[in-house]
């Protein structure tokens, strides 16, 4: 199984330039997040999904639109990078259901730099 | 809303012996789930261990245990033989659902030889 994927593991962008990190998970899961860890900081939730259609905030959201047409894609959006969104991207997708072991299962991450 | 303390920014402990990362949640959650992550200097998020708030029992995962004491709202987590490969950053995250998790400033083991 390929779990959690993120894509672009890399990416530089300019102020003002826009891109969405894609994240795809094959495991089913009907809850997906996006968190963002900055240097020295632990992970802070931007947006998250408890199931296709529906989506709602976290601690950090401004500057970030989500959305979530189908179970396995939750793309994060950044509309206008400003240096402030230099940070690593994670996304993750968790399962609830009878023996959930309540794991929350991590993308690699994807390091954006915004110059 | 849940804000985590991890009161030891680095820890050191010599090869095989035992060491205690300590975490401390506060919650207004009536149920929550506690959790335990290591991410190594490459980056990734590894799970270890996870604590329901009603589970009786403490949760134990191979050489990983979580000493869990509501009361005291603490979660510490306890590595027995540690190894070279513990070395890394060790986050305690907790929430009322796993996909809303908080998270604190995370501790660095160092494991020395």
């Known amino acids: 199984n390929a779990g959690v994927t993120q894509t672009p593991k890399f990416q530089v962008l300019k102020t003002g330039q826009s891109m969405t990190l894609q994240c795809a998970q094959d495991?089913?899961?009907?809850?997906m997040s996006w968190y963002r860890q900055d240097p020295g900081m632990g992970l802070r939730l931007i947006h998250y999904s408890v199931g296709a259609g529906i989506t709602d905030q976290g601690e950090v959201p401004n500057g970030y639109n989500v959305s979530r047409s189908t179970t396995e894609d939750f793309p994060l959006r950044l509309l206008s990078a400003a240096p402030s969104q230099t940070s690593v991207y994670f996304c993750a997708s968790s399962y609830f259901g009878t023996g959930n072991t309540g794991e929350l299962f991590f993308g690699e991450g994807s390091r954006l730099t915004v110059l | 809303a849940q804000k985590i303390t991890q009161t030891q920014p680095g820890m050191f402990v010599q090869e095989k012996e035992a060491v205690t990362l300590d975490c401390t949640y506060d919650t207004s959650d009536p149920s929550y789930g506690l959790f335990w992550y290591k991410q190594p200097s490459s980056g990734e998020m590894i799970f270890l261990i996870y604590q329901g708030s009603y589970d009786q029992q403490n949760a134990t995962e191979g050489r990983y245990s979580l000493n869990f004491q509501k009361a005291r709202k603490s979660a510490n987590l306890v590595i027995s033989a540690s190894q070279l490969g513990d070395s890394a950053m060790y986050f305690c995250?907790?929430?009322?659902?796993?996909?809303?998790?908080?998270f604190g400033k995370g501790t660095k083991l160092s494991v020395i030889p």
């Open positions: 995250p907790s929430g009322a659902g796993s996909y809303q998790l908080t």
């Open positions: 495991m089913n899961h009907e809850y």
